[in-house]
Antibody, heavy 119, light 108 residues
Framework: QVQLVESGGGVVQPGGSLRLSCAASGFTFSSYGMHWVRQAPGKGLEWVAFIRYDGSNKYYADSVKGRFTISRDNSKNTLYLQMNSLRAEDTAVYYC????????????WGQGTLVTVSS | SYVLTQPPSVSVAPGQTARITCGGNNIGSKSVHWYQQKPGQAPVLVVYDDSDRPSGIPERFSGSNSGNTATLTISRVEAGDEADYYCQVWDSSSELWVFGGGTKLTVL
């Protein structure tokens, strides 16, 4: 059974940094691309970043490009999101999601971790 | 970038059929995926590749896609179907994943 468990969320001041983690189990982590998707309070879903199964390719939403970095450690079955220069508008629940066979959709999701950017 | 447009809300009586649309320029040429999200929970994939269902998703959930509109159809609506629904595509031209704004389904 696929399990994705996010951690690392919390309250951070504007301009600060935070690193999120997503521990994966129940599937061969090193064979699948992985995503981060976020949801601001009371708002819709926003795709944030994607990393290919081997880390060879990474893609970012324009809203986070240059500030966020997605990475993975296949030996630890863990996905990361390094978030720098945080802004109030980055406040959201951050979900990690399994990319599926064709990487075009999100077939399994974690429960999410809340990031609050506030002074 | 590619834009997906959904109605903010749809209401339907129990036992009736709900149709939630997702508009986009020539969306019929893309694969559309749909997610259900209940309050306080993570999204769940209910339809992928326009009309396929993941295992465990009831046959009452179906999808179609043609021209400029994709549609998620929920037959014999139940109270437990009340949720937010999001459409999503992968835009190959920009290599970005795009969500619609979401539709709140209310079961009257």
């Amino acid at each position: 059974q696929v399990q994705l468990v996010e951690s690392g969320g919390g309250v951070v001041q504007p301009g600060g940094s935070l690193r999120l983690s997503c521990a994966a189990s129940g599937f061969t982590f090193s064979s699948y691309g992985m995503h981060w998707v976020r949801q601001a309070p009371g708002k819709g879903l926003e795709w944030v970043a994607f990393i290919r199964y081997d880390g060879s390719n990474k893609y970012y939403a324009d809203s986070v490009k240059g500030r966020f970095t997605i990475s993975r450690d296949n030996s630890k079955n863990t996905l990361y999101l390094q978030m720098n220069s945080l802004r109030a508008e980055d406040t959201a629940v951050y979900y990690c999601a399994h990319g599926g066979v064709r990487e075009e959709y999100f077939d399994y999701w974690g429960q999410g971790t809340l990031v609050t950017v506030s002074s | 970038s590619y834009v997906l447009t959904q109605p903010p809300s749809v209401s339907v009586a129990p036992g009736q059929t709900a149709r939630i649309t997702c508009g986009g320029n020539n969306i019929g040429s893309k694969s559309v995926h749909w997610y259900q999200q209940k309050p306080g929970q993570a999204p769940v994939l209910v339809v992928y590749d326009d009309s396929d269902r993941p295992s465990g998703i009831p046959e009452r959930f179906s999808g179609s896609n043609s021209g400029n509109t994709a549609t998620l159809t929920i037959s014999r609506v139940e109270a437990g179907d009340e949720a937010d629904y999001y459409c999503q595509v992968w835009d190959s031209s920009s290599e970005l994943w795009v969500f619609g704004g979401g539709t709140k389904l209310t079961v009257l």
